[in-house]
């Protein structure tokens, strides 16, 4: 009778997971559809297979509760613990930055999740919401941060000085157009399929643009704070 009790609490553990799981494969492809404020709950639980709406409050509490956990699946999908792997190490700074722009592209070649994440994003961009702004506070900033002293680190300014910040964003950019234009143009452009080979190959092609002009920039500074030090030692 145990035995019975036992495998009957497995069994409605594992139809929980299940509900729960199609629940967010669900909500997924319809917020990256047709976007958080269009989305019903309705139509997620039809597509999921469940038969209302309660299943969404038993587990989700409600819609934004929901919405945040498919953004959460798809940041960690987008390989975020990667990144913030290469920015924990120890190194030189361009070696750790090298990293961390390989680690971003990874993400693009992660499968769907990486992908639904970019269609939620741009719903994002036209009708913004909490969710993303409080996940983005809290995954973004920090990481952010870190690249910042590491450019600052190489050119040779504060993390918070115009001249870093713009250079930090210079390399965001380029990352942002594979991450972008790639999944949208590898139908017709196959050098843009981000394969693990050709992920790496754009990194390192990236880095090798980027980390000249910070050297450049970096040597600019120093000689300037050399003049200025012999202008007043004189």
Known sequence: MKTVLRTSGHSRKARSQSTRAKLLAAAGEVFAGVGYHAATIRDICTRAGANNGAAVSYYFRDKLGLYTEVLNQSIRAANVEGIQSALDQDGPAEEILRAVIRARLRGIASGDLAGRLLRIMLHELVQPTP????????????????????????????????????????????????????????????????????????????????????????????????????????
């Open 131 to 234: 969710a993303l702004k409080k996940i983005m506070s809290r995954v973004s900033q920090p990481m952010y941060k870190r690249v910042l002293e590491l450019i600052g680190g190489i050119i040779g300014l504060p993390a918070n000085a115009e001249t870093t910040r713009l250079c930090a964003q210079s390399i965001m950019g380029q990352i942002f157009l594979y991450v972008v234009v790639g999944p949208i143009l590898a139908p017709l452009r196959p050098e843009l399929k981000m394969t693990p080979a050709q992920v790496d190959k754009i990194a390192d092609h990236i880095a090798e643009f980027s980390f000249p002009y910070l050297r450049q920039v970096g040597l600019t500074h120093r000689n300037v704070r050399s003049s200025k030090r012999e202008r007043g030692s004189k």
